[in-house]
Structures are given as C-alpha cells and as structure tokens.
C-alpha cells in the first residue's frame, strides 16, 4: 500500500470503530507512523479522506452490482444447491468484503447526521440490493424455478434476513466465527425461502 492508501485503511478503521467525529487527523496520522503535516500532504482535512472512502465504496458496490449483471443473463436453468450458492457468493463477495463490511458500519453509524452517507446508505444497503435482487427474483420466475407471486414482496422475504443477519453477527470487531454464523444464518434462511416460493409444478 502507499502513503494515501495507509491513510485511507487507517481512517476506515477509527471510523468504524469510534466513529468519524471522534476520530482526529492525529488518530490516523499516529495509526500508520505519520505527522499531521505529512497526512495533510495527501489529504487537506478530514472529510477528504471521507470523501476518498465514499468514492472507493461506490465504485466495489458498481463493480460487483456489473459482474452479478453478467451472471444473472446467463442463467437459464437453476436447482436449489445453485441458488443457494449463488447467494454464498453474493455474501461472500460484498458483506464479506473486508472494505465493504467495515464501511457499511461507518454509513450506519454517522447516517443519523450525515446526509450524504445516509444518502448512500439508503441506496447501496435498502434500495439498490432490493432494485437488483427483484430482477433476479423475476429472472428465476421466468424460467419457471420461483413461484409467479408479487416478485417485490418476496424480493423482501429473500434481502430483509441477508440484511438482518448482516446487522446482527457483524460489529466493527467481528470474528471468524461471527463470519461463519453469519453465512450460515443467511444459508438457513435461503433455504427457507426456497422452500416457500419455489415451483413445484414446473
């Protein structure tokens, strides 16, 4: 990693954990080694950096909204150990995501007086998975693996345990072992889902 790189880890880490109004340009100068003098070479204050977190989230969040797009037009056929491997992957890849996960808790955590992060919260975290996973819902009942039920309505029944889970098992200090219940949870739970709005008459 360089300087601005180190920096940017740095700020992630004490905004998740202490949050971005309690964490000083001193905080995450001291965290990699550095004077106030030298950070403010790379960033001119601490919304900067902020700024530079926003921009590095949404461009992952576009990359693996992209790369799911390719993977859902391929589908033609699909059984349930797919299905449910499918959203391993997606779990895997985004929640998991060590920048991803920790940044999501930065937007959660500042939402309530930010009104930028709450803007990109709302999008990234509520209104896009469930934009993106209703086309996937819709993708599964044209090829006759879902049930023709209201694809918004079970779009929710799929995200809302994902998201749930999510808020449940992963704090900014989340384990290996908080990993795997949460995986397993949302496992559970898309197991569950695919009992009740599969097509059993296709």
Not at 37 to 44: A, I, P
Not at 68 to 73: S, Y
Request: proline fraction near 1%.
């Amino acid at each position: 990693m360089d300087t601005k790189e180190l920096i940017q880890e740095a700020a992630l880490e004490l905004f998740s954990q202490k949050g971005f109004d309690s964490a000083s340009v001193r905080d995450i100068a001291g965290k990699i080694g550095i004077k106030d003098s030298s950070l403010y070479f790379h960033y001119k204050n601490k919304q900067a950096i902020l700024d530079s977190l926003i921009d590095k989230f949404i461009t992952i969040s576009e990359q693996m909204m992209s790369l799911l797009d390719g993977i859902i037009e391929s589908i033609t056929t699909i059984d349930d150990e797919s299905f449910c491997a499918i959203t391993e992957q997606y779990v895997e890849r985004y929640f998991l995501n060590d920048f991803i996960s920790r940044f999501i808790m930065v937007m959660n955590h500042e939402r309530s007086h930010n009104q930028r992060l709450r803007k990109e919260y709302i999008y990234w975290c509520i209104k896009k998975p469930i934009e993106f996973q209703m086309i996937v819902i819709k993708r599964l009942q044209d090829i006759g693996y879902l049930k023709m039920f209201d694809a918004q309505y079970i779009t929710l029944e799929y995200y809302a345990p994902i998201f749930m889970f999510f808020n449940l098992y992963l704090g900014h200090d989340y384990t290996e072992t908080d990993k795997k219940l949460f995986k397993e949870a949302v496992i559970a739970a898309t197991k569950n889902f695919v009992c009740m709005y599969k097509n059993e008459e296709k």
